[in-house]
């Protein structure tokens, strides 16, 4: 018996997809997605099931799940079946709640406020001010630099958002 047993399954070319919107906006489980195509999944199916499929377009449905391939999973109107689209084909609307994005770097607002910016592209604000925000390493260059890393809750993500300017450099 050899320990490479079952033989790992490669994806095809071009698998996984992105889970990213048209916009460049993270798609993940539990965030809410408005579906602009159902073409993909549709494709080759009898017309009935076609029509039934078409009339998710427009709607807003939550992320399921996120396959290995990158294929996004919903629950039809009456739940009883699942369905999966191409990433390109929807577009967020909002995030799942208790969206976390790693601190990428700091800069300062133009008035001197320092704002983090997140690995998923998004400014956030991260002032010190007790005893209503208590954030003392935000006042060092060496608290700043021990935050890299750090996961911070993004509101943007969970609004849906599109991705903030870039920092501008130092």
Same mark, same amino acid.
């Given at each position: 018996?050899?320990?490479?047993?079952?033989?790992?399954?490669?994806?095809?070319?071009? *698998?996984? %997809?992105?889970?990213?919107?048209? $916009?460049?906006?993270?798609?993940?489980? !539990?965030? /809410?997605? @408005? +579906?602009? #195509?159902?073409?993909?999944?549709?494709?080759?199916?009898?017309?009935?099931?076609?029509?039934?499929?078409?009339?998710?377009?427009?709607?807003?449905?939550?992320?399921?799940?996120?396959?290995?391939?990158?294929?996004?999973?919903?629950?039809?109107?009456?739940?009883?079946?699942? *369905?999966? %689209?191409?990433?390109?084909?929807? $577009?967020?609307?909002?995030?799942?709640? !208790?969206? /976390?994005? @790693? +601190?990428? #770097?700091?800069?300062?607002?133009?008035?001197?406020?320092?704002?983090?910016?997140?690995?998923?592209?998004?400014?956030?604000?991260?002032?010190?001010?007790?005893?209503?925000?208590?954030?003392?390493?935000?006042?060092?260059?060496?608290?700043?630099?021990?935050?890299?890393?750090?996961?911070?809750?993004?509101?943007?993500?969970?609004?849906?958002?599109?991705?903030?300017?870039?920092?501008?450099?130092?």
């Amino acid at each position: 018996m050899t320990t490479d047993w079952p033989p790992e399954k490669k994806l095809p070319p071009g *698998f996984p %997809l992105a889970a990213v919107d048209e $916009s460049g906006r993270p798609i993940v489980v !539990g965030a /809410k997605v @408005r +579906i602009e #195509s159902v073409a993909s999944c549709a494709h080759g199916l009898p017309p009935e099931d076609q029509a039934r499929l078409r009339c998710y377009e427009g709607k807003v449905f939550p992320v399921l799940e996120i396959d290995r391939y990158g294929m996004i999973w919903f629950r039809s109107d009456g739940g009883s079946s699942n *369905f999966s %689209l191409k990433p390109r084909e929807v $577009s967020v609307v909002a995030g799942a709640s !208790g969206t /976390k994005s @790693r +601190i990428a #770097s700091f800069h300062q607002d133009e008035e001197g406020h320092w704002v983090a910016h997140l690995e998923c592209g998004h400014n956030q604000h991260t002032r010190h001010q007790p005893p209503f925000v208590n954030r003392p390493w935000v006042t060092t260059p060496e608290g700043r630099q021990g935050a890299i890393g750090t996961l911070l809750e993004c509101k943007k993500c969970g609004e849906g958002a599109p991705p903030d300017a870039a920092p501008p450099p130092d």
